[in-house]
């Protein structure tokens, strides 16, 4: 999704070679910056211990956050990526292929779940970026 917004159509299985990805614990991400690299990404970071008002930050500029998130406070069992779309008030909105259709991309998660579920993997956020 971050890089489909750059323009950069790469299908999931090339992204997953690039990353490293492995079907038993998927990739870290560490691999995942290095991977976004590759394609001209030279400028992509990976942060921990991030605020919400630092992943706020970032939408106006068009760079959406990639965060690392554990899915127990969300009713699901393991480690899981999201990238955040938007924040008001109430929810922080994320794209998340696992959980979304094309009907209806975005999930809606409570402030109060997401900042468990993002707290319990270090307030882990990644910045792809030229």
Do not use: C
Not at 52 to 59: E, G, I, P, T, V
Not at 60 to 75: M, S
Request: no cysteine; glycine share 8%.
């Amino acid at each position: 999704m971050v890089l489909a917004g750059y323009g950069v159509k790469r299908s999931e299985r090339s992204l997953r070679r690039l990353g490293r990805w492995r079907p038993d614990i998927g990739t870290v991400s560490t691999n995942v910056v290095q991977a976004a690299r590759t394609p001209g990404f030279g400028a992509s970071a990976e942060y921990l211990d991030v605020s919400l008002d630092d992943l706020r930050d970032f939408l106006p500029r068009r760079l959406f956050p990639i965060v690392g998130i554990n899915l127990a406070p969300l009713g699901e069992r393991g480690w899981h990526a999201q990238v955040v779309v938007g924040i008001t008030s109430q929810y922080v909105a994320v794209y998340d292929p696992l959980y979304s259709s094309p009907a209806n991309p975005e999930r809606q998660i409570s402030h109060q779940a997401f900042d468990l579920a993002w707290a319990m993997s270090d307030r882990l956020m990644i910045i792809i970026a030229k």
